[in-house]
């Protein structure tokens, strides 16, 4: 069954802090891999795509990572803000013929705090 | 570029009337569309997916007559929820993909739909 983990479920830091989010899948055949962030009430909005062949991308402070061979993915968010405060999504695409065959994990909605 | 917004944001409406969200790519043509519903704290889960011109493609368990979808132009799909009941209170999010390429969606802002 095709799926997509994400840990924590949430996480609380304190702005200016590093941390690190996880994405594990067990979707094939494998497509591509993406970031998204979710603000509250808001849809997502795109922060790295990486395909099977890339091990690393970044956008800014986020840096995300891919290994295709465990099938584990993570997104680092460096040096924190308090407008990081939102839920990330992992989204993996399947291969197929169509545009729309992604597979949504549940986030992780993180609270950065003064 | 790639704006894809919805209309409305925000939307209350009775048991049994009938409600429409809009859906418009903004500065690209968009071929295909897809309808996302999103319940509290769940992952968004596709509903359809919107071929200009053509009908759209309904994922298992979703019902085609409850939920009309049309896509009349390369920057407009529409979302009715017929007969809406509580049950039908979610985020519905649309997003857009390029005709130009194959791997992008660009995803609406969302509209916030309670039955009463």
């Known amino acids: 069954k095709n799926q997509v983990e994400q840990s924590p479920q949430s996480l609380i830091i304190l702005e200016g802090k590093n941390c690190t989010l996880q994405?594990?899948?067990?979707?094939?055949?494998?497509?591509?891999l993406r970031w998204y962030k979710q603000d509250t009430g808001r849809g997502p909005v795109s922060l790295t795509i990486m395909t099977f062949s890339e091990n690393t991308k970044s956008n800014g402070r986020y840096t995300a990572t891919l290994d295709a061979d465990t099938k584990q993915s993570s997104l680092h968010i460096t040096a924190s803000q308090l407008s990081d405060s939102a839920s990330y999504i992992c989204v993996v695409r399947l291969v197929r013929g169509s545009q729309g065959n992604l597979i949504f994990g549940k986030g992780t909605k993180l609270s950065v705090k003064p | 570029g790639a704006v894809v917004s919805q209309h409305p944001s925000r939307v209350i409406c009775k048991s049994g009337t009938s409600v429409k969200i809009e859906c418009r790519s903004l500065d690209f043509q968009a071929t295909t569309m897809f309808w996302y519903r999103q319940f509290p704290k769940q992952s968004l889960m596709l509903m359809a997916t919107?071929?200009?011109?053509?009908?759209?493609?309904?994922e298992q368990g979703v019902e085609k007559d409850k939920f009309l979808i049309n896509h009349a132009s390369l920057t407009l799909s529409t979302l009715t929820v017929t007969s809406a009941h509580p049950e039908d209170s979610s985020f519905y999010i649309c997003?857009?993909?390029?005709?130009?390429?194959?791997?992008?969606?660009?995803f609406g802002p969302g509209t916030r739909l309670t039955v009463l």
């Open positions: 994405c594990n899948y067990t979707v094939s055949p494998f497509s591509n």
């Open positions: 919107s071929n200009e011109g053509s009908k759209a493609t309904y």
């Open positions: 997003s857009a993909a390029r005709t130009s390429s194959y791997n992008e969606q660009f």
